[in-house]
């Protein structure tokens, strides 16, 4: 929401007012899916990405880049449930410190599949400036507001495992550290089915 506020005000300001009506009106749709989603512990993987699509385009509005969501044909799209808003703030932290901030070309892709053990595996690539040029970057700076959602989503992944013995498995990796030629952050979530 604060960032997406954000980004209206920006297009105020530019008087880009086509661009900030069409941003309300997504953002209204936007909100509407993530009020209703917020009373289910789990949402269709579909309607997950449709809103993550949403999000994109209307931060696309304010940093262009490119995205693109794969999906594995083997992924039952309108069957399969994930918890809900798990991965918008990956998303959300791959456009504002990975891409934003970049000056390369501005790519994100989500991808989705399903291993042989029966987990959905996400993959979320940014060609950003990395989790380790973001930090140093940031090292110095005092915080405007509290960065938290990384946090929050941790502990909630933490939570969602709770009593279980298949758990949700995240990594982040720096891409240059698989390999020196990649910039960005790759995150993998493993989600049993």
């Known amino acids: 929401m604060f960032n997406t506020l954000g980004s209206i005000q920006d ?7 086509v661009a900030a009506n069409r941003y309300f009106s997504e953002m209204a749709q ?4 993530v009020v209703d ?3 289910h512990e789990r949402v269709l993987l579909k309607d997950e990405l449709d809103a ?4 994109c385009s209307l931060e696309a509005l304010r940093t262009p ?10 992924v039952d799209l309108e069957n399969t449930e994930i918890p809900s808003m798990l991965l918008q703030p990956f998303v959300e932290n791959a456009i504002l410190h990975g891409l934003r901030p970049g000056n390369q070309p501005k790519q994100l892709k989500l991808k989705v599949t399903l291993d042989r053990s029966d987990h959905l595996i996400i993959v979320i690539l940014d060609s950003g400036i990395g989790i380790e040029e973001s930090r140093r970057r940031n090292y ?3 915080p405007k507001r509290s960065h938290q959602g990384m946090a929050l989503t941790d502990q909630r992944i933490d939570w969602l495992n709770v009593g279980k013995t298949d758990l949700i498995e995240l990594e982040i990796q720096d891409r240059r550290r698989i390999s020196p030629d990649q910039t960005g952050t790759k995150v993998r979530l493993s989600i049993p089915l």
């Open 30 to 33: 936007l909100l509407r899916y």
């Open 65 to 74: 880049f490119e995205y693109s969501i794969e999906v594995n044909p083997k």
């Open 140 to 142: 110095h700076k005092e």
């Open 11 to 17: 297009l105020l300001n530019q008087q880009d007012f």
């Open 52 to 55: 993550l699509n949403k999000y």
């Open 37 to 39: 989603a917020a009373a």
